[in-house]
């Protein structure tokens, strides 16, 4: 199987979604996400999400998803596109236990929420940190420690 | 009689947290009931950097992320760079990064399985054998590359120096001594009882438990899981050379451990067959040293800790417009919270000792 | 006893003839059991920690210098090594290890990273730059990225030095 092909079986167990295939990776809905990796998890045998990670694209934000199937020795990337104004998206740690952490990057990095995500907190930076550090916009905020004495 | 849970904090200084790693533990008696890892202590926002710095300006950061292996993590990133820029090393080159990763695989499982045993209790002399080993391995690199540590060797489009006489014959001389040392070890640990009894049975990642946390590498393959990158999807020359890829039963942390001893077996190996079969010519390619990336790129090599992969996007300027590292210990530790949950204290510890993490690469 | 003369402190000690007695002052006495018996806390940040170990073990055996004895708790420790980047969420803990050592206590910066941030110096928003920004004072700058496991030896002897040429706190 190839990821044409792996397109194609898409469109025809979810004709309502909108998949689309690009030369950079599959772009899906976002509010798509759960029945097309559902599908991709249980139907197709993508056992494992290698990759979860964003790219801020002034305005958008790209949540790029990297899943692996060691079924068909297939790597698929798969696309989301949000609104800068609505970071929000259904979170796939039902799915794979690797999303959980994965995502709190994600989250931490970009500011993007992940809905039904159990355990949404900062991992990287310090709890209560306003900014996100990997956003094009973010001006860097330096180091912030008083010394001691 | 009245028992309450009690919250132990352990690190981020410890010494056998591997780093500045946080694990916030619930525990009822010596039992552990919830596992909190607190990660970050050592953020130093490389992915950050690297959307301003050129590529090449790149590489001497990848040495610092996973720091007991820098050339396959040199090798990773240049890999991913020159799938995306279309460039290809010369022959030379890759004989010669081949050579340079197995010996950095072997060092790294050195100090892996050292710190393991000393974890479970074996406090110096494994520790001490292994770091005596490794210099050998880091005076190569020295000789080759003039650091012991951050070697910044692999680089986009070729090595950094050609191999002389005088490094061949160190890595010859290293091979044939460390056939021998790696039986050294094998008896020493593998089958000692109190190693066993500690290790057996402790923290066992099955297949289903590493493939839903991405789990890779030789945790991965302890479960009895064969995959390797270097043999599923063969760079670089790999697929030229004949060796195994070691697999456990029961993934549990002996298993994990034995894996490593039986990977440096077959790092020997390869390592055997490339000296043999070097080509002479340029160990580097002419290439410019202005690279414009455009397009996206994921790139995947096998690391001693498991899949690196490296996803570049580029849109035209010199600086990458995205990098981001998927590193092999973030995703291992991200498993530890599950995987020690009802384990005693200590046996926490060994499960933590097995996975063998480097902070460097988890929290980048 | 026999007094090594090449050591650093050996000019502080009056020897008799014959060797049988030693005069010296108590601080002289004191500052020379420091400086030959400097523990280090075993704390490793980043890659400098690796090189911290080599010079730990069998090829570099600092143990020659009294500093063998890396103790896990800083209550026990004399002297810091801050091997490698300090971010910001370490620096509060570090702040902390520091505060916890008891006197006298001395630090090593070890790598260019504890000393300014160094490599990552420029555009990164979440590493201290230095162990000075975090107003810990420190004794011996240890220059590298990382430094040899010799460049760590000698540090430590420069600061065998400053102990021995300096006067004796209140102990």
Known sequence: MDIAALVQELQKKAPAAGVELTPTGVVIRRDDVPLVFGLLKGEFSFESLQCLTAVDRKGTIEVVYHVYSFTHRLMAVLK??????????????????????????????????????????????PEGWTEHPLRKDFKGAGVVLKPVK | ???????????????????????????????????????????????KIAENRTLVQFVPFTDRLDYLASMNDNLGFCLAAEKLLQIEAPARAQYLRVIVAELNRIASHLLAISTFAQDLGAYATPLFFAMRDRQK????????????????????????GDMTPEIARMIGEFVLYFRKMVNDYDELLT?????????????????????????????????????????????????????????????????????????????????????????????????????????????????????????????????????????????????????????????????????????????R | MAVNESLPFASYIE???GGQVILATSEDLFNWAKAASLWPLTFGLACCAIEMMAAGSSDYDIDRFGSGVFRASPRQCDVMIISGTICIKMGESLKKLYAQMPEPKYVIAMGNCSISGGIFYHDSYSVV???????????????????????LLHG????????????????
């Open chain 3, 129 to 151: 730059k230095g162990a000075d920004a975090l107003g810990i004072p420190i004794d011996v700058y240890v220059t590298g990225c990382p430094p040899r496991p010799e460049n």
């Open chain 2, 191 to 363: 089958h000692n009882i109190i190693f066993k009894v500690r290790s057996k049975g402790i923290g066992i990642i099955s297949k289903e438990f590493a493939l839903d946390y991405a789990v890779t590498g030789p945790s991965l393959r302890a479960s009895g899981f064969k995959w390797d990158v270097r043999k599923d999807e063969p760079y670089l020359v790999y697929d030229k050379f004949d060796f195994d890829v070691p697999v456990g039963a029961n993934g549990d942390a002996w298993d994990r451990y034995y894996v490593r001893i039986q990977e440096m077996r077959e790092s020997l190996r390869i390592i055997e067959q490339a000296m043999g079969a070097i080509p002479e010519g340029d160990p580097v390619a002419k290439v410019n040293k202005v690279f414009r990336p455009s397009g996206e790129v994921y790139m995947r090599t096998e690391s001693p800790r498991g899949d690196l992969g490296f996803y570049i996007v580029g849109t035209g300027e010199t600086f990458p417009y995205r990098l981001k590292i998927r590193a092999p210990s973030f995703s291992n530790i991200a498993a530890l919270a599950p995987l020690i949950k009802g384990l005693n204290v200590s046996d926490a510890v060994c499960a933590l000792g097995s996975l063998d993490i480097v902070m460097g690469e988890i929290d």
């Open chain 3, 156 to 171: 430590l002897i420069k600061l065998q030095e400053k102990i021995t040429a300096r006067k004796a706190e209140a102990v």
């Open chain 1, 80 to 125: 989301v596109v949000l609104a800068m104004d609505d970071l929000n998206v259904a979170s796939v740690n039902g799915l794979w236990s690797s999303a959980n952490w994965f995502e709190r990057e994600v989250y931490d990095l970009f500011g993007v929420k992940f809905t039904g995500h159990p355990d949404l907190r900062r991992i990287l930076n």
């Open chain 2, 137 to 160: 391995v880091v005076q190569i690199f020295d000789e080759l590359c003039g650091q012991r540590l951050t070697y910044n060797y692999i680089r986009i489009g070729g090595v950094a």
């Open chain 3, 15 to 17: 020897k008799m003839p």
């Open chain 2, 1 to 47: 009689m009245v028992t309450e849970e009690l919250i132990v904090n352990m690190g981020p200084q410890h010494p056998s947290t591997h780093g500045v790693l946080y694990l916030e533990l619930k525990l009822d008696g010596e039992i552990i009931v919830e596992c909190r890892p607190n990660i970050g202590y050592l953020h130093r926002s490389i992915e």
